[in-house]
Each structure stands twice: as C-alpha cells, then as structure tokens.
C-alpha cells in the first residue's frame, strides 16, 4: 500500500480526473453485450448504463455510457480500463480495496487501483463517495446478473 501524496501531486490528479471526464475511455456499449445494467445516483442525476460481455468467469469486455459529475464519469472510465480482461474474483476484490480506499484513507492506497488513486480525496465528502462508487456498483450488478443467467441479450434476425 502506498501513502497519498499530499499537495504536491493533486493538480496531477485533478487533470487526471479530467481527463478521464472529457475523454472516457470505453465509452460505448458493445452490440453485443451480454448483459446490460443501469445506476443511478438520485442524490445527484449521475447515470451509468453498462454492456458487458464475459469470457466465462472473466470480463472480456465493458463500455459504459452515461451523465453526470465528473468524479461519477471519471471513475467509470478509470474503473473500465482495470477491470478488462480480469477474473469476477479479481474485480470483486478491486472493488473492495477501492471502497476501503475512499472510506478509510488511513490505510493507504493499493498499488493495483492504478489511476484510480488519484480518486482517494473523494473519501472526505461522503456525498461524492455514491459518485465515485456508481459504476462499481453497477458493475457488481451486472456481474450478478450474468451468474444468475439474467440480462443475456439474444437476438435473432428474423
């Protein structure tokens, strides 16, 4: 675990946030996305709506759409890039430490969140955490969909 780097480092961040806000990465959903799931933050109108195709147990791929607050569309996009390509329990466990992170910053940040660091300052507003936390929460859905066999999109051509 790594420590946050105080002032020094939080212009970085917030350009990092930015970033990631004008320019989200995987920003689409797939056509052909197994399962579908749907947030919504009504304390704030964030939205995130996310396609999601498996691999058996691993995400093979997601893209996510959406509106809202920069933190809610920033850690969607930063979420997206480090989940791709790894196993439920893995995810399960990202979004543990990325929880703990942003509601107990004492503990320091995990060195496998990446550029999801740069959301820990989130943690001092309780109110931003349900933004910074909407698309995990989505995510966690749509990972329960898929292991109870809802939410698979067939489509036929007729």
């Known amino acids: 675990m790594q420590s946050r780097p105080e002032p020094l480092l939080d212009e970085l961040y917030r350009e990092l946030i930015l970033d990631h806000y004008k320019r989200p990465r995987n920003h689409s959903i797939p056509a052909n996305a197994q399962v579908r799931a749907e947030g919504y933050n009504p304390v704030c109108g964030d939205e995130v709506d996310m396609g999601i195709i498996f691999d058996g147990d691993t995400v093979a791929d997601l893209g996510l759409a959406g509106r809202g607050c920069s933190i809610s569309q920033a850690s969607g996009s930063m979420m997206s890039e480090l989940v791709k ?3 439920v329990a893995e995810i399960r466990r990202l979004t543990d430490e990325f ?4 509601t107990n910053p004492e503990q320091g940040v995990p060195e496998d969140l990446g550029d999801l660091e740069a959301l820990q300052g989130v943690g001092k507003f309780a109110v931003r955490v349900k933004c910074a936390t909407l698309a ?3 995510l966690a859905d749509g990972i329960e969909q898929h ?3 809802d939410g698979v999109v067939t489509h036929e051509e007729a």
Request: without cysteine; positive net charge.
């Open 85 to 87: 390509g790894k196993s």
């Open 99 to 102: 929880k703990t992170m942003l």
């Open 136 to 138: 995990w929460h989505t």
């Open 147 to 149: 292991e109870r066999g």
